[in-house]
């Protein structure tokens, strides 16, 4: 895009991934810098904002379940 960086360039991202059903409407989609969707897919690939803050939780309980006796 002229006049953009590629700091500041924007992609659209979908939220339910089109490969999995997601359609260009405006509820599916999210205008994120290019670094931070091209991060997402790096860490998460094809899950929705959901299964990752499910992901997360079930992380976050087994952390939490370890005992460590240093």
């Not at 700091?7 to 359609?23: A, E, I, M």
């Not at 599916?28 to 094809?46: F, P, Q, S, Y």
């Not at 959901?50 to 992380?59: F, G, H, P, W, Y």
Request: proline share 3%; aromatic share 6%; hydrophobic share 35%.
């Amino acid at each position: 895009m002229k006049g953009q960086t590629a700091q500041s360039r924007k992609n659209r991202h979908h939220l339910k991934p089109k490969s999995r059903g997601g359609d260009k409407r405006p509820s599916n989609m999210l205008l994120i810098k290019v670094k931070r969707h091209d991060a997402w897919h790096a860490l998460w690939g094809n899950r929705t904002l959901e299964e990752v803050i499910a992901l997360l939780i079930r992380l976050k309980s087994l952390k939490e379940s370890q005992r460590f006796n240093y």
